[in-house]
């Protein structure tokens, strides 16, 4: 359980710091020593993708070292797998382009190399045995220590890094594991576990242009963290209102100078409640225009209906798929998606946009329900 409360990217509150300050964190350009445990739980930035978060730290590249438990050789590159104890991560290493043109130098250096043996010193023979020894640092077998350095990316919901430099370590008595293992606990010590702290002047949102675009993004990732975590079916405002509070409230507030003048005895809500209410909004907008969520009736009552959990709506555009598909005309081809969207808006709600269509086909699509026959058409399975 104590791990738990290390990790502030669980909180769906946590403040992610604009991405124009990320470069005032010396974390940021290092190479990180991060337990692979760390990196495949580390939030990726609603920012900037590629982009991660440890503790509030901004991280792209680390730093690893552990056992090839796993091993993967393409045309063009390796795949490991890096086991370093708490977790094993996949590693992408290029070949170089060298061996790849001339070959493996262990095999075409073994010609030669009965010459130099004679005592005749052979610059080429000497400059075939170092790429020998650098062909052999970068090619593992599984139960050998590999260290690798690079950015994180994912990839098909998977975490790897994309090697920059990686070589086979030599460490028969265990002194490079033992020094690792007793440097990298000081690191989260000293610098990892300690949040990124900015000052007062970063932070005020008066000087930092960018800031209510950060802080719609924080919203909005809480508000799609709160419908996948509850799998809300339908929501109103009011429902989804307090999730966003923190935020507002975390605001600095305006002095009296900058106070608008009032309009009378009753000038209106609280200025807080005011950047409640327009956050919560736009995030809804956004959140509308991305497909996730639409308002199958247009009245008073503002109510959302979450996409992907609406069970009427897939079981209607299954309908149409079943019945359209049927005719000659969609027979062979099956029907175009903005078919299916004019269907849809006739039978069952006119306000459900293009993004939530493509949505919903994606997920029937998941289940084997219908097939992409082309671009852009669909039919019943």
């Not at 170089?96 to 493996?104: A, I, K, N, P, T």
């Not at 990839?155 to 008595?173: F, G, H, L």
């Not at 949040?195 to 950060?214: E, K, M, T, V, W």
């Not at 039978?347 to 998941?366: D, F, G, I, P, T």
Request: net charge negative.
């Amino acid at each position: 359980m104590q791990s738990e409360a290390k990790e502030p990217e669980e909180d769906s509150v946590w403040e992610e710091p604009p991405s124009v300050l990320w470069g005032l964190d010396p974390m940021f350009n290092a190479f990180n020593r991060l337990y692979v445990k760390d990196i495949l739980q580390m939030r990726e930035s609603c920012q900037v993708s590629g982009i991660y978060f440890y503790n509030s730290h901004p991280i792209f590249k680390v730093d690893v070292l552990g056992t090839v438990v796993y091993k993967r050789e393409r045309e063009d590159f390796f795949c490991y797998g890096v086991d370093d104890g708490t977790g094993v991560i996949n590693s992408l290493c290029w070949k170089d382009e060298q061996w790849r043109d001339q070959g493996d130098p262990a095999t075409s250096g073994a010609r030669s190399f009965g010459s130099s043996a004679r005592g005749d010193f052979n610059p080429a023979n000497e400059l075939k045995k170092l790429r020998q020894a650098q062909h052999s640092s970068s090619h593992l077998e599984i139960g050998e220590l590999l260290r690798v350095r690079g950015p994180v990316k994912t990839s098909r919901q998977q975490r790897e890094i994309m090697a920059s430099t990686y070589y086979k370590v030599s460490d028969p008595v265990m002194a490079v594991q033992i020094s690792w293992m007793m440097e990298v606990p000081q690191l989260y010590r000293q610098c990892y576990d300690k949040p990124f702290h900015l000052d007062s002047s970063a932070q005020n949102p008066n000087i930092q242009g960018g800031s209510a675009s950060y802080l719609l993004g924080r919203a909005t990732r809480i508000l799609k963290d709160f419908l996948k975590e509850k799998e809300v079916t339908r929501f109103r405002p009011y429902d989804v209102q307090d999730l966003l509070q923190p935020l507002v409230s975390r605001q600095p507030q305006k002095t009296a100078s900058e106070q608008e003048p009032e309009a009378g005895p009753s000038s209106g809500p609280p200025t807080s409640f005011k950047q409640l209410r327009e956050l919560l909004q736009k995030s809804l907008q956004i959140l509308q225009d991305e497909g996730l969520v639409f308002r199958k009736v247009k009245s008073q009552d503002e109510v959302y209906h979450v996409t992907e959990q609406d069970k009427d709506l897939l079981m209607a555009i299954r309908d149409i798929l079943r019945e359209d598909c049927r005719r000659e005309k969609y027979a062979e081809k099956g029907c175009h998606i903005l078919h299916v969207l004019s269907s849809v808006r006739q039978r069952y709600s006119r306000n459900v946009s293009k993004a939530a269509l493509e949505l919903v086909l994606k997920a029937l699509e998941c289940n084997s329900d219908i097939i992409s026959t082309s671009d852009s058409h669909y039919t019943i399975l």
